[in-house]
Nanobody, 124 residues
Framework: QVQLVESGGGLVQAGGSLRLSCAAS????????MGWFRQAPGKEREFVAA????????DYAGSVKVRFTISRDNAKNTVYLQMNSLNPEDTAVYYC?????????????????WGQGTQVTVSS
């Protein structure tokens, strides 16, 4: 079992940057692939980015590729999402999630472990 806590959300102007963090409890963090998802009001939860256990594989949604970077520090039990060039369409609650493998990493329903989410609001 792993528990996840996101932080780093907030209000930022269009064109600005934020870095989200997701701290995991327990000593098994390095055995999980990690993902970031987001959900805007009235919309379905959508995939943002994913990273493998040893950071050798990353995947991004087309809408954030180039602007966002996912990374992890297994020594600190933390996964990050660096978000640059933010625009109002990025406004959402951002969630991190953990899964034991990389199968269907873009499908949120396949992740068994979730954080509580952090709000990101981008003003125009």
């Amino acid at each position: 079992q792993v528990q996840l806590v996101e932080s780093g959300g907030g209000l930022v102007q269009a064109g600005g940057s934020l870095r989200l963090s997701c701290a995991a409890s327990g000593r098994t963090f390095s055995t999980y692939a990690m993902g970031w998802f987001r959900q805007a009001p009235g919309k379905e939860r959508e995939f943002v980015a994913a990273i493998s256990r040893t950071s050798t594989f990353t995947d991004y949604a087309g809408s954030v590729k180039v602007r966002f970077t996912i990374s992890r520090d297994n020594a600190k039990n933390t996964v990050y999402l660096q978000m640059n060039s933010l625009n109002p369409e990025d406004t959402a609650v951002y969630y991190c999630a953990a899964r034991p493998n990389l199968i269907n990493v873009r499908e949120w329903r396949t992740y068994p472990h979730w954080g509580q989410g952090t709000q990101v609001t981008v003003s125009s």
